[in-house]
């Protein structure tokens, strides 16, 4: 089974019934046995993301407590090497948008 990359408009779609991507991610999230992975990095953009709104904060700490509560999600820890392996990809894969 391969594992799916869960990234910052992922999470803030999922948490957010306005946005015009929260049913697809809503689905998404709900598929049995599904492999995850995400970084430290992204949820600190999330973090971010929520923290100017009323209960944002609230939002994401209990988001992250589902996240680090499921086996079936790697969070990758922010660290020096893993941005400057992102930064390699980013560099030899000018193909890509992202």
């Known amino acids: 089974m ?3 990359f869960a990234d910052t408009s992922f999470y803030l779609a999922l948490l957010n019934p306005r ?3 929260h049913g697809n991610a809503v689905e998404a999230s709900r598929r049995p046995h599904r492999l995850t992975v995400t970084t ?5 953009e999330v973090g971010n ?9 609230d939002r994401f700490l209990a988001l992250l407590q589902r996240i680090t509560q499921q086996r ?6 922010a660290s020096h090497e893993a941005f400057a392996q992102g930064v390699e990809r980013f ?3 000018r193909d890509k948008t992202w």
């Open 72 to 77: 079936a999600v790697t969070v990758v820890p």
């Open 91 to 93: 560099r030899h894969r």
């Open 40 to 44: 430290e990095f992204v949820l600190l």
């Open 19 to 21: 946005d015009r991507h």
């Open 2 to 4: 391969s594992a799916v």
């Open 49 to 57: 993301a929520l923290s100017g709104t009323g209960r944002g904060r």
